[in-house]
Structure formats: structure tokens, C-alpha cells
């Protein structure tokens, strides 16, 4: 089955610098990687995602980019704020088939003031 | 108006019981999951439904089933619950067949075990 490794764990950065978290994925097969935020005793909430046939995508401040050759995948946070602290988690999935996501383990990320 | 809706929200019990959850989307998805996250925040899939097939995640002990009424319902029991089944159990749905692979999840059902 797909294995997802995230990384860092931990992440603080200071308001307004750039944060990346990284993600590499073993299924070749996965072809939707969504990002998902988790605030304290919240829901998951998807904020981005990318399909294999793209290898870039942003948003406002968020920006997602995707190697398909090299199994791996970013998530791309700028001017960064107080706000976008919480848990990121990045997923794979193969979207042919309703076998859910496979989640990596999540990087907490801290916006110093 | 809530998209994906669990109940209850906070669930405590003793060892041994079975208890259930219950999920519902008002999306018209025609796909549902659970997931389970443990202390240390990891979500893992434990199952996976649609009006065809159900997927269920291997590592999942046979304690837990999903049981779904109708298309807009997926809910968990679990039979002789352990410690180890504290967690946070959110449901999701999304909209495979027509391509929408976003999942939308509910708020969740903190399970806690004594």
C-alpha cells in the first residue's frame, strides 16, 4: 500500500518569512495529493491540492509543487501569520478507486511574532 | 447547514462495551470514510463505502464496523472496546465518481476509553 513521509515534524518560523514542508509518497499509482490544516481540537480542512498531471498550483499565499518522477511533493506557505499556525498534513491517494487518503504524520507549525 | 455532521461529539465508556457513531452528509456524495486519529495526531483510513463497495483498511480489528442505512449515512460501531481505542474518530464523504476527489470532514467524536 502507499507509505507517506512528511517532514519536518516541527516547523517555527518568524511572521512574514516562508515555511515549506516536504513530502515524498511510494505508490507510483497516487495521482491526488491534497494539503490539509488542522487547528487545535478542529476538523481537517483542505486548503490545497494538486493532481499528477500538474506540477505546480497556487493560491493566494499557498503554493503546492509535485515531482511525479521523484515521488515527492511540497507545500509552500509565504508571509507567513500569526493564523497559518496549526498541524499541516499532506495525503496521497490514487483517485481511481475510493480507498481514502494516506495521510503523513503531520508537521506543527509555529509563527513567531 | 453543516456539509458532514457525527454524533455525539464527545463520547466516554468503559472497557468491554460496544458503542456507536454516527455520520451523516447533506452534500450528496457518494462516498464516505472514517478516519482515526490517535494521540500523536496521526490519521490513519479505516474504512471506505460507497453504494458498491466497501473498502476496509487492513489493519483494522474486526471489533469495528461500518454499517450505512442510506447514501448519506455511514456509521461506526465497535463491539468490546479496548483501551487502545481512545481516539478521535472523524467521518468524511467525498464525490469520486464524478471526479471531485476533496474529502470533507466532520468535526469528530473524541472516544475515550476507561
Known amino acids: 500500500g502507499e507509505n507517506v513521509e512528511q517532514h519536518p515534524s516541527t516547523l517555527s518560523v518568524q511572521e512574514g518569512d516562508s515555511a515549506v514542508i516536504k513530502c515524498t509518497y511510494s505508490d507510483s499509482a497516487s495521482n491526488y495529493f491534497p494539503w490539509y490544516k488542522q487547528e487545535l481540537g478542529k476538523r481537517p480542512q483542505l486548503i490545497i491540492d494538486i493532481r499528477s498531471n500538474v506540477g505546480e498550483k497556487k493560491d493566494q499565499r499557498i503554493a503546492v509543487t509535485l515531482n511525479k518522477t521523484a515521488k515527492h511533493f511540497s507545500l509552500h506557505i509565504t508571509e507567513t501569520q500569526p493564523e497559518d499556525s496549526a498541524v499541516y498534513f499532506c495525503?496521497?491517494?490514487?483517485?481511481?478507486?475510493?480507498?481514502?487518503?494516506?495521510f503523513g504524520k503531520g508537521t506543527h507549525l509555529i509563527i513567531q511574532p | 447547514d453543516t456539509a458532514v455532521s457525527q454524533t455525539p461529539k464527545y463520547l466516554v465508556t468503559q472497557m468491554g462495551n460496544d458503542k456507536s457513531i454516527k455520520c451523516e452528509q447533506n452534500l450528496g456524495h457518494d462516498t464516505m470514510y472514517w478516519y482515526k486519529q490517535d494521540s500523536k495526531k496521526f490519521l490513519k483510513i479505516m474504512f471506505s463505502y460507497n453504494n458498491k463497495e466497501l473498502i476496509i483498511n487492513e489493519t483494522v480489528p474486526n471489533r469495528f464496523s461500518p454499517k450505512s442505512p442510506d447514501k448519506a449515512h455511514l456509521n461506526l460501531h465497535i463491539n468490546s472496546l479496548e483501551l487502545g481505542d481512545s481516539a478521535v474518530y472523524f467521518c468524511?464523504?467525498?464525490?469520486?465518481?464524478?471526479?471531485?476527489?476533496?474529502?470533507?470532514f466532520g468535526p469528530g467524536t473524541r472516544l475515550t476509553v476507561t
Open positions: 468524511a464523504s467525498s464525490q469520486q465518481l464524478a471526479g471531485s476527489y476533496e474529502q470533507y
Open positions: 495525503a496521497a491517494s490514487w483517485s481511481g478507486g475510493a480507498d481514502g487518503l494516506t
